[in-house]
């Protein structure tokens, strides 16, 4: 299996531009999740699916940010429009439902590095 | 809430020594506890998860972590530090019946030549 991909790896924009990242899970995952990591919050959820439905979007920081699932093996991640406070990593994970709540392994993609100027 | 503490941002060893990441948890119920590794400019990848089977986990690479109740511990060690283990090492926890992660804030391990 190629692992979560997630596209494109480097994103460079201006602030007030729309940005859009992408997400393939792995076959099979029926749960994606959407985190940002920066040196000042370190790693934080901001969304997840189950069987393309979201489940929990507390951790999206504002409305500027929206996420969708249209199918089984794709997901985005919009922010429109984009602040300079926005640059961060951002990654993708999916997990299979095998072991139950908690203890299924989340595999993560590599990351989209954004930067927004 | 669940909530995790890394203690050191920063562990820097000689290699061949004891490598010790200590990892203190906050939860009103019992934790499944994980310990991931990020090399520079990759993801996150599975070390070793606690999931209340038995207390010592062994995990990849040599590592392995004890969970320790008493203590709402969870560190991570490897008897001797390689050079291929400088990464940066994340402990995280989930609980209850959902798949949310909180990450503590990390513990980017250097190894000495």
């Known amino acids: 299996d190629a692992g979560v991909i997630q596209s494109p790896r480097h994103e460079v924009t201006e602030m007030g531009q729309e940005v859009t990242l992408r997400c393939k899970p792995i076959?099979?995952?029926?749960?994606l999740f959407w985190y940002r990591q920066t040196m000042m919050r370190g790693l934080e959820l901001l969304i997840y699916?189950?069987?393309?439905?979201?489940?929990?979007d507390s951790g999206m920081p504002e409305d500027r940010f929206s996420a969708k699932m249209p199918n089984a093996s794709f997901s985005t991640l919009k922010i429109q429009p984009s602040e300079p406070r926005d640059s961060a990593v951002y990654f993708c994970?999916?997990?299979?439902?095998?072991?139950?709540?908690?203890?299924?392994?989340?595999?993560f993609g590599p990351g989209t590095r954004l930067t927004v100027l | 809430a669940q909530s995790v503490t890394q203690l050191g941002s920063h562990v820097s060893v000689s290699e061949g020594a004891l490598v010790l990441l200590r990892c203190n948890y906050s939860?009103?119920?019992?934790?499944?506890l994980f310990w991931y590794v990020q090399y520079p400019n990759q993801g996150l990848q599975l070390l070793l998860k606690?999931?209340?089977?038995?207390?010592l986990v062994k995990g990849i690479n040599g590592f392995e972590a004890e969970f320790k109740k008493s203590e709402t511990s969870f560190h991570l060690t490897k008897p001797s530090a390689h050079m291929s283990d400088a990464a940066e090492y994340f402990c995280?926890?989930?609980?209850?019946?959902?798949?949310?992660?909180?990450f503590g804030k990390g513990t980017l391990l250097t190894v000495n030549p």
């Open positions: 994970a999916s997990t299979p439902l095998a072991g139950g709540p908690g203890t299924d392994t989340q595999y």
């Open positions: 606690y999931t209340s089977a038995a207390t």
């Open positions: 699916f189950n069987n393309n439905v979201p489940i929990d």
């Open positions: 939860s009103s119920v019992p934790p499944y």
């Open positions: 076959s099979g995952h029926d749960y």
């Open positions: 995280a926890v989930s609980v209850g019946s959902n798949y949310k992660l909180t």
